[in-house]
């Protein structure tokens, strides 16, 4: 398997643009993650799915945050409109269900510049 | 709420030290606990996989260790090497969720 592919690698948009970020998760994996990196912030998660379905939304800062998962092989995170303080590293992660014995794996990262 | 510290926050050694970085979570009701390691610009690897019920965990000159009742882990490097220079995480999961809450990492430099 290829891992977790995201695109676009780097994206730079003017503030109040859309922006949309891609995310393919490993075949199979029933759990798909979208997570935020900052240096003051460290890594928040965001959004999580389980089996293409919403669960835990509560790390979304704002209404202009938005993600969805139309199947087990895509999933969307989009920012509209965007502002300067949405420009971070953002990730996404999916893993199997095993219990406890579940692993996250990570993709490259979108890296996202709003100027 | 599961909050995660990581110390020290950046560590600069010299080649071939043995080293140990920590991590440490206010509640121990984790289902497991990752070690990842990142590399400037790019993702996160996974290192090693500890599950609730397990102690500690090797793979190759790493070991990592948990103690639940009093919400530790460390990441044990033997060893080290200029290759092992990166930003080192670690991530629990806590009981009834799958979501990883993350620390704030280590960044360590070996030096040649």
């Known amino acids: 398997d290829a891992g977790v592919i995201q695109s676009p690698r780097h994206e730079v948009t003017e503030m109040g643009q859309e922006v949309t970020l891609r995310c393919k998760p490993i075949s199979g994996h029933d759990y798909l993650f979208w997570y935020r990196q900052t240096m003051m912030r460290g890594l928040e998660l965001l959004i999580y799915f389980n089996n293409n379905v919403p669960i835990d939304d509560s790390g979304m800062p704002e209404d202009r945050f938005s993600a969805k998962m139309p199947n087990a092989s895509f999933s969307t995170l989009k920012i509209q409109p965007s502002e300067p303080r949405d420009s971070a590293v953002y990730f996404c992660?999916?893993?199997?269900?095993?219990?406890?014995?579940?692993?996250?794996?990570f993709g490259q990262g979108t890296r996202l510049t709003v100027v | 709420k599961q909050e995660v510290t990581q110390i020290p926050a950046a560590l600069s050694v010299p080649e071939g030290e043995n080293l140990v970085l920590n991590c440490s979570f206010t509640d121990s009701a984790i289902y497991n606990l990752q070690w990842f390691r990142q590399d400037p610009g790019k993702g996160l690897t996974s290192l090693l996989l500890?599950?609730?019920?397990?102690r500690e965990q090797t793979s190759g000159r790493l070991n990592a260790s948990l103690d639940k009742s009093s919400g530790r882990s460390t990441l044990y490097i033997a060893a080290s090497q200029p290759g092992d220079s990166a930003t080192y995480l670690c991530?629990?999961?806590?009981?009834?969720?799958?979501?990883?809450?993350f620390g704030t990492g280590t960044r360590l430099k070996v030096l040649a």
């Open positions: 992660a999916s893993s199997p269900d095993r219990g406890s014995e579940t692993e996250a794996f």
């Open positions: 991530a629990v999961t806590t009981s009834g969720t799958y979501k990883y809450i």
């Open positions: 500890i599950q609730s019920s397990q």
